[in-house]
């Protein structure tokens, strides 16, 4: 473990990892900006729960007073939770500014990611990732969880991207730097609320053991950078293909129309997305959640027996 001054290990998520003992990490710009209140709070301590009854010790990761927690309190989440869109979503080039700063910060892929390598946690599980924005050829939009993947050697357990981004060529990018996307059970890429892309991932990979087996090969070959894991939601809880990517055209003309960009582009489309198709979407978005949150402890225990 990379000991670092700004760093709070939770003591359960510290003797976890000393123990290699299996622990998941979890980000929190899905609880200040990817949920409203107070479903956020309660899928967040669902997702600890589901961790937990699968054998997994659950590692919630956020920046708060400028401290990087490995492992939040349930206290920690409600307040994460009631702030919402107030806490900064906080990428990689966000850390050192909030740190010095001694702010609060809500975790993305990238620093989830970072702050997870810094604790030894090699898992994290979560709902969709950023990547290559549609029109990216002009606007330069390209989430900085790609250059992550690159270099940071954890696994991501995700149900694929949306289709707010230009999948093909997120998958373009991940090629080019060296990530491999695996398929659970699937040889297409999921996207989200669907279950099909029309995208193919580089491998099918049918079991947790497979999982940790693939993970533990890339360490002990020395690469440097993770894998993404995208395990399509259950079917029960997909969406029509029609309705949602009618929904992701509307909300991509209305932030065009109202030129948002930058990084409030993601919650943009996805709070967008969400009015546009009601309460199905934040149901179907807990759901996967769910289901990710399970595949990474099955995953997690066993890459710990590795
Ligand atoms: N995509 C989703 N849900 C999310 C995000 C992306 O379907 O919650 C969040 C994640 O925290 C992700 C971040 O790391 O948005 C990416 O933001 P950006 O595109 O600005 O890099
Ligand atoms: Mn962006």
Redesign the pocket.
């Known amino acids: 473990m990379a000991l670092n001054k700004y760093l709070d290990v939770a003591p359960e998520v510290a003797q976890a990892v000393a123990g290699g003992k299996p622990v998941v990490a979890l980000?929190s710009?899905?609880i200040s900006?990817?949920m409203p209140y107070p479903q956020n709070v309660e899928t967040a301590l669902q997702v600890e729960q589901i961790i937990r009854d699968n054998g997994a010790v659950p590692a919630t990761i956020a920046i708060l007073g400028g401290r990087l927690k490995a492992g939040c309190t349930r206290e920690e989440i409600e307040y994460l939770g009631r702030q919402g869109q107030a806490v900064t979503?906080a990428?990689r080039r966000d850390l050192a500014v909030l740190c010095a700063r001694g702010a609060d910060g809500a975790t993305?892929?990238?620093t989830t990611m970072m702050i997870a390598h810094m604790a030894g946690i090699q898992i994290f599980a979560?709902?969709?990732?950023?990547g290559v924005h549609r029109g990216a050829e002009t606007t330069m939009d390209i989430?900085?969880?790609l250059e992550e993947l690159a270099s940071t050697p954890v696994m991501v357990v995700c149900a694929g991207?949306?289709s707010i981004l230009d999948l093909g060529l997120t998958l373009e990018y991940l090629e080019t730097h060296g990530v491999p996307v695996l398929g659970y059970g699937t040889k297409e890429l999921p996207a989200?609320y669907t279950r099909k892309s029309g995208f193919e991932v580089d491998y099918q990979v049918d079991t947790p053991d497979e999982l940790a087996s693939i993970f533990h090969a890339s360490r002990e070959l020395g690469l440097k950078g993770g894998m993404l894991v995208t395990n399509p939601i259950p079917e029960a809880y997909s969406m029509d293909h029609e309705v949602i990517n009618r929904a992701i055209d509307e909300a991509i003309a209305a932030a065009n129309a109202q030129g948002i960009h930058g990084?409030a582009?993601?919650?943009f489309l996805?709070a967008k997305v969400k009015e546009l198709t009601g309460g199905d979407s934040l149901d179907s978005n807990i759901q996967l959640v769910f289901n990710n949150a399970r595949l990474a402890a099955q995953t997690a225990c066993a890459l710990a027996r590795l």
Request: charged content about 20%.
């Open positions: 980000e710009t899905i900006h990817g979503k990428s993305t892929v990238t979560t709902g969709g990732i950023g989430s900085a969880d991207a949306k989200f990084k582009t993601t919650p996805l």
